[in-house]
């Protein structure tokens, strides 16, 4: 009983620390990350601004989530600090996530809007592209979260291995 004891004890240790992993991650992949949610439609567009160093950073992301998604009736687009649009898309599913490049120093903004006379509720974020060190934070933490899930299954399985034993 006292192995089952400490694989539990370790399983849930490591599912907390998992936990606390994923909460950071979370927190240092949205970090510099500009949001904003809203209703839409053809009278009020959506406007998210975010200030970007063309010498800190040279790719920049922005992603659209639409609720009650409809074919064809959002558009995204980004203008630069000289309000150049200089990325589009057509919101063709309910998520999109696309990158443009970040040349000048300033602001930019992420429109979306719409021709449709219905509001429709929308979520958007533009920010900086997460470098690979901060998205592994989230692999790792995802896997330590496995392990622990694992290991608890093990320890149950090992008591219950362990009372049909001594029956």
Request: net charge negative; no cysteine.
């Amino acid at each position: 009983m006292q192995k089952a004891g400490i694989i539990l004890v370790v399983s849930g240790a490591l599912i907390v620390i998992g936990l606390i992993l994923l909460a950071v991650g979370n927190q240092v992949i949205l970090e510099g990350v500009f949001q904003g949610n809203g209703k839409i439609s053809s009278s009020q567009d959506l406007i998210i601004s975010g200030d970007f160093n063309s010498d800190e950073l040279s790719i920049g992301i922005f992603a659209v989530q639409v609720m009650e998604f409809k074919e064809n009736t959002v558009l995204a687009k980004v203008l630069d600090p000289f309000d150049n649009e200089i990325a589009s898309k057509n919101v063709d599913e309910e998520t999109i996530e696309e990158e443009f490049d970040i040349v000048d120093a300033g602001e930019y903004k992420l429109i979306i809007q719409t021709e449709s006379s219905e509001e429709i509720q929308v979520f958007g974020a533009i920010g900086p592209l997460p470098d690979a060190g901060k998205k592994s934070l989230s692999f790792i933490s995802a896997y330590i979260l496995i392990i622990g899930m694992v290991g608890l299954i093990g320890s149950g399985i090992y008591r219950i291995k362990s009372r049909k034993k001594s029956i």
